[in-house]
């Protein structure tokens, strides 16, 4: 599967100004998905395709339609990566004052679930009948109004889409807070995350798994990815100086512009070296999971820029871990993590682009391959067939 993020606004929490994002490309240029998946949708007939959409700025009604299409004409291969925005830079673009604070967006985001669910729900299978004899397109009462009502959303339905090839897309999801954890372990089925040690990727996968069952799931509907890097190359010397080469391209002031987006706050205000105040650490209101890791790595429940920099690996090789060396060594890698549980599967991140994914699908995929580890055909039918995930029933 491929799946695209999204920002709603360039960074421009760091100094109030986009300039450094636009000069220098961190993260200036973000083109609508719809277009982006439906073209890739067209040009391949397996590939599993993941767009990203926020249950904070957008309707339940306009992200249903919009999956529900999408899942159409790719013929159920599509997959939702649900986020709740991250900053005010996008809520200005919306025309909101400032963003949510964060539990609160996940309330928002839990009611924008069950209102979408019911909408792609407001169809049966079997609904549309398209018979010409009878004159009669579908049978209106295998369609209902979905007549959802919540504190923050409301969404009367029926959805303008049939049901589609999957029921629901594919639900992508990256919560590592307290509250993240919570709502991954309700709605995700394919959970993205930031790990650096398989022990830390295993003990979250476990803990989602115990809080799938407590809310009545099945643990083998959630399936974990950690985000990797894979820096591959003939030899260990060409691997070794390929990774030094890309190493070298990081620019710390753009790790600070993309830290400024995630936490919602302007590291431009301090110097390199000071400690960042507990007033100063509580008003970051973005990535709740990415804070906790700063702080946890670093041992200091007040670090420095440069702390962060080190520890976030924004915008550099450290934010993944990295799995670097000839075909075979990657694979070692690779398997180590999977064979301890420690994940289902992995998200793999380019580099550079291009030539990081075509590395990896020309040197490592016939390694794994030939370990049993990589599949060699896809499975018939939908992209939930394909990662073993049920068809969900009508709610």
């Known amino acids: 599967m491929a799946f695209i993020d999204d920002r709603l606004a360039m960074p421009s929490r760091y100094g109030d100004s986009y300039a450094e994002a636009v000069e220098h490309g961190v993260r200036a240029v973000k083109l609508d998905l719809v277009p982006v998946i439906t073209a890739m949708g067209l040009a391949t007939s397996h590939l599993g395709l993941g767009a990203t959409y926020s ?6 009604f306009h992200v249903a339609r919009v999956f529900a299409s ?27 004052s400032e963003h949510l604070e964060h539990d609160d967006r996940y309330d928002m985001a839990d009611e924008f679930m069950d209102a979408a669910g019911a909408l792609w729900d407001s169809w049966d299978d079997g609904a549309v009948i398209a018979d010409r004899d009878e004159e009669r397109f579908a049978d209106s009462s295998k369609v209902r109004r979905a007549d959802y009502e919540g504190q923050h959303l409301s969404s009367r339905g029926p959805l303008t889409v049939p049901r589609s090839p999957q029921g629901h897309p594919v639900i992508i999801q990256a919560g590592q807070s307290g509250r993240g954890r919570q709502f991954a372990a309700r709605w995700g089925e394919m959970l993205f995350v930031i790990f650096p040690t398989p022990e830390g990727c295993k003990a979250y996968r476990d803990d989602l798994r115990a809080r799938a069952v407590a809310v009545g799931r ?28 890309i190493d070298g391209l990081a620019r ?144």
């Not at 999408?70 to 599509?78: E, I, M, Q, V, Y």
């Not at 809520?91 to 909101?96: D, K, L, Q, R, T």
């Open 70 to 96: 999408l899942d159409h004409f790719t013929s159920g291969r599509a997959a939702w990566n649900v986020v709740t925005s991250l900053n005010d830079s996008e809520a200005h673009n919306f025309g909101v």
């Open 252 to 395: 710390p002031v753009d790790s600070l512009a993309l830290l400024s987006e995630v936490f919602n706050y302007d590291f431009a205000q301090h110097l390199p070296d000071e400690p960042l105040s507990d007033e100063v650490m509580a008003s970051m209101t973005g990535l709740r999971g990415f804070l906790d890791r700063v702080i946890q790595l670093s041992g200091n429940p007040n670090p420095s820029l440069n702390d962060f920099i080190k520890w976030s690996g924004r915008g550099t090789l450290r934010e993944f871990p990295t799995f670097n060396g000839t075909p075979a060594q990657v694979a070692d890698q690779m398997e180590a993590w999977f064979g301890s549980e420690s994940c289902d599967g992995f998200v793999l991140a380019a580099t550079h682009m291009p030539g990081a994914y075509e590395d990896f699908a020309h040197l490592v995929v016939p390694e794994l391959q030939r370990r049993g580890l990589f599949r060699r055909e896809y499975v018939p039918g939908t992209l939930r067939d394909n990662l073993g995930l049920a068809r969900p029933m009508r709610m």
């Open 55 to 60: 249950t904070t700025y957008y309707s339940p």
């Open 218 to 245: 099945d643990p083998n509907s959630i399936k974990v990815a950690p985000a990797v890097y894979a820096v591959v190359g003939e030899t260990e010397q060409e691997a070794a100086d390929k990774l030094a080469y």
